[in-house]
Nanobody
């Protein structure tokens, strides 16, 4: 499975961005999907995840109430809508795919495939 993340950019604090992650080379609906981020000098952090059907979603504490994950299995794409952005949201954002049987989706080690990352910079 190949993952291509896009939609990052520079935005002012309080603004919004929508990230997209397009998958190819596999059956998208057989994967649970996640978003992680990594800021310079920091460890990779769980942001959000969504089950294969879209029926369940998960969020890291730092983004709850501000970010929304969704997916469109007909377009092989997962999205991350980011609202009320803060300077501390600045990071490279990665999408990842995990086998449908994996359920501990906040753990980076359960993901089998990773995208290349897209930079999000929030100016204060």
């Amino acid at each position: 499975v190949q993952l291509q993340a896009s939609g990052g950019g520079l935005v002012q604090a309080g603004g919004s961005l929508r990230l997209s992650c397009a998958a190819s080379g596999g059956t998208f609906s057989r994967y649970n999907m996640g978003w992680f981020r990594q800021a310079p000098g920091k460890e990779r952090e769980f942001v959000s995840a969504i089950m294969w059907s879209g029926g369940r979603t998960y969020y890291g504490d730092s983004v709850k109430g501000r970010f929304t994950i969704s997916r469109d299995n007909t377009k092989n794409t997962v999205y991350l809508q980011m609202n009320s952005l803060k300077s501390e949201d600045t990071a490279v954002y990665y999408c990842a795919a995990a086998n449908i049987l994996r359920i501990e989706l906040s753990l980076a080690r359960v993901y089998d495939y990773w995208g290349q990352g897209t930079q999000v910079t929030v100016s204060s």
